[in-house]
């Protein structure tokens, strides 16, 4: 399928929200001293900016498969270097002392490939911080498979459903770090996010989940996608007295420490 595109002002509609699990995971990562840094799927550099508040001697490369993205990322923070590059594939020119990927590997397949090559481009001491979204039980993607599966776009639309990579077992990241690190930390946490209601939800993941979905239909039937998505949210999402809804949104950390 076609990629989607991501937009840079959609995904800051909830930069607080998005940059919290971002700050929590940059905050358990070890290393003091640290002089080469890489945000692996930088978006638009809201975290890349809490790696170069950290780490202010620093040098911090960027790095995402959006060209819109880097470009907002560029303007964010103008002293540091972005590159467009797909992470799959990606070699940097020397071993770094963090590898740091907020939100961005439960895109990418084969992680059991993938995270022991990364932890080869480390120096001794390094890090390698990932942040994952462990959603797609929720009721959030339930419902948009459910949607996808409409017989007038199905043939189209549910070939969405592979952009997004099962998130693996604490036992199976451990399992597979181990031998390439001093150290693993790994936990979960389910942050609960106060949203404007259920047109806030849907806000919330037109600028993530459901982008691989609605970039696959015309203009008519987007707006019958979300409006049937929306119908099917309103069966778990409950609005509270204030008519807002509280998201249970569930995260996966890893720091594995070389």
């Not at 020397?94 to 990418?108: C, E, G, K, P, S």
């Not at 031998?179 to 996010?193: A, E, G």
């Not at 459901?210 to 119908?231: G, I």
Request: proline share 6%; with cysteine.
């Amino acid at each position: 399928m076609r990629q989607a595109e991501w937009s840079p002002d959609q995904y800051l509609k909830f930069e607080d929200e998005r940059t919290r699990a971002a700050n929590d995971l940059l905050s358990a990562v070890p290393n003091q001293n640290v002089k080469f840094a890489v945000d692996l799927g930088c978006g638009p550099g809201n975290s890349t900016e809490l790696i170069v508040k950290r780490y202010p001697h620093a040098e911090v490369l960027g790095i995402d498969s959006s060209a819109d993205m880097t470009a907002k990322a560029k303007e964010r923070l103008p002293g540091c270097e972005f590159a467009v590059a797909d992470i799959g594939v990606w070699q940097p020119q020397r071993n770094a002392d963090l590898l740091y990927a907020n939100a961005v590997m439960q895109w990418l397949p084969d992680h059991d490939r993938l995270f022991p090559r990364l932890m080869g481009f480390l120096n001794r001491g390094g890090s390698l911080a990932i942040q994952m979204p462990d959603n797609l039980q929720e009721a959030t993607h339930v419902a948009m498979r459910e949607v996808a599966a409409d017989a007038r776009w199905a043939a189209r639309v549910t070939q969405a459903d592979a952009t997004r990579s099962e998130i693996g077992t604490a036992s199976f990241y451990h399992q597979l770090l181990r031998p390439h690190c001093q150290h693993v930390d790994i936990w979960r946490t389910t942050y609960h996010h106060p949203l404007q209601g259920l047109d806030g939800v849907i806000e919330w993941f037109k600028g993530s989940g459901l982008r691989p979905y609605l970039s696959l239909l015309n203009h008519d039937e987007r707006a019958d996608f979300l409006d049937r998505y929306k119908q099917r949210l309103a069966q778990f999402y409950k609005p509270m007295d204030d008519g807002m809804v509280l998201l249970p949104f569930p995260r996966m950390f890893i720091v594995a420490t070389r």
